[in-house]
C-alpha cells in the first residue's frame, strides 16, 4: 500500500514531539508568565553559569538578536537575569541568572508530568535507541549548519565511540571523566562539552 516512508512517519512523529514539548512550556510558564524563549534562556545561562554574552545565547538557541534581545530585557525586568558589562570588553554585556533565576530555572528542569508519563512509558532500551537515533540526526543537522552546534556527546573532543566493543552495554568511553557508557547514557547537552575539531 503506498504512502509515506517509514523516514517520513518519523519525521512528523518528530513534529508531533516537538508541539507536545512547546506546548508544555506554554503551560510551565509560571508565576513569571515565562514565554518559551524565556524558559530556554533561563535554562541555557543555568546549564553553564558563567557569564555569557548575549550573541552565545542568539547562536546557541538558533534565535535572532532583536528576539533575545527582547526576551532578555523582560528577564531582567523580572529580576531573573542580571546584565554586566564584560571585563574583557567595556563595550559588552554579559548575563547571569540571579537567586530567583536559578530557582526558576530549577523548577523549569523539572519535567511536567504529562511528559514524564511519556518517557516513564519508554523502556531503557527504547529510551537508549531514541537517544542514538536523536543523537546521530543532531551531528547530521549540524554539519550541514541546519542548527547550531550543541553540547552533545558526538561533537565534544572527550568521546570515544565504540571504544570498549566487548562491551555491548557501555561500547563508548568519555576521556572528560574516564568512563565507559553506553548510548542509554548519552548526552545532548553536558555542561563539561569542548566542541571537537572537525
Not at 510558564?29 to 535554562?43: C, E, F, H, R, V
Not at 554585556?93 to 518517557?119: F, M, S
Request: charge should be negative.
Amino acid at each position: 500500500m503506498p504512502g509515506l516512508s517509514p523516514s517520513e512517519q518519523l519525521l512528523i512523529g518528530l513534529s508531533r514531539l516537538g508541539q507536545a514539548v512547546r506546548l508544555s512550556a506554554w503551560h510551565n510558564a509560571g508565576p513569571t508568565k515565562l514565554t518559551p524563549l524565556q524558559s530556554d534562556i533561563l535554562l541555557f545561562l543555568d546549564g553553564d553559569r558563567r557569564p555569557r554574552r548575549q550573541g552565545e545565547i542568539v547562536t546557541a538557541l538558533a534565535s535572532t538578536a532583536p528576539t533575545v534581545s527582547d526576551a532578555v530585557r523582560a528577564l531582567a525586568g523580572k529580576d531573573l537575569v542580571d546584565r554586566q558589562r564584560d571585563p574583557a570588553d567595556s563595550r559588552a554585556v554579559t548575563l547571569v541568572l540571579t537567586e530567583a533565576g536559578r530557582t526558576e530555572a530549577a523548577r523549569l528542569a523539572t519535567i511536567p508530568e504529562p511528559l514524564r508519563a511519556a518517557l516513564d512509558g519508554l523502556g531503557e532500551e527504547d529510551v537508549a535507541a531514541m537517544l542514538r537515533g536523536t543523537t546521530s540526526m543532531i551531528r547530521i543537522l549540524q554539519q550541514w549548519h541546519a542548527i547550531p552546534v550543541s553540547r552533545t556527546c558526538v561533537t565534544c573532543r572527550f568521546y570515544r565511540p565504540d571504544a570498549h566493543p566487548g562491551d555491548l552495554r557501555h561500547p563508548h568511553h568519555c576521556a572528560f571523566v574516564d568512563a565507559a557508557f553506553g548510548d542509554v547514557d548519552l548526552r545532548l547537552d553536558c555542561p563539561d562539552h569542548q566542541t571537537a575539531d572537525d
